[in-house]
């Protein structure tokens, strides 16, 4: 069993900062990669940004400049802050966490419940 969990999300007004936590538990050999997506309504789901173990990083062109993920490999944990919000940043955003299962070797991958994120003008 796998869980991810976000937290932080919440109501801002336009131009301030939030900071988002995900953490992932649970049976597993180890986290490959951690990502942050966001659904507005109507819209389907994007990236927003995505870093691997060893660092890499990529953001979606949106909030690059703007937003920043960072983490954490020893508490399985991955960050984001987000500066200089706007109110098309509003959205729900979900983690999700690619993990190399114990036994088998092979990467599934799992999502949180996602946060609320509303930025209001």
């Known amino acids: 069993q796998v869980q991810v969990v976000e937290s932080g999300g919440g109501l801002v007004q336009a131009g301030r900062s939030l900071r988002l936590s995900c953490a992932a538990s649970?049976?597993?050999?180890?986290?490959?990669?951690m990502g942050w997506y966001r659904q507005a309504p109507g819209k389907q789901r994007e990236l927003v940004a995505k870093?691997?173990?060893?660092?890499?990083?990529n953001y979606a062109d949106s909030v690059k400049g703007r937003f920043t993920i960072s983490k954490d490999n020893a508490k399985n944990t991955v960050y984001l802050q987000m500066n200089s919000l706007k109110p098309e940043d509003t959205a729900v955003y979900y983690c999700?966490?690619?993990?190399?299962?114990?036994?088998?070797?092979?990467?599934?991958?799992?999502w949180g419940q996602g946060t609320q994120v509303t930025v209001s003008s």
């Open positions: 649970g049976t597993f050999r180890m986290v490959n990669s």
């Open positions: 999700n966490a690619a993990v190399t299962d114990w036994r088998t070797t092979s990467e599934y991958a799992y």
């Open positions: 870093i691997t173990r060893g660092g890499s990083t």
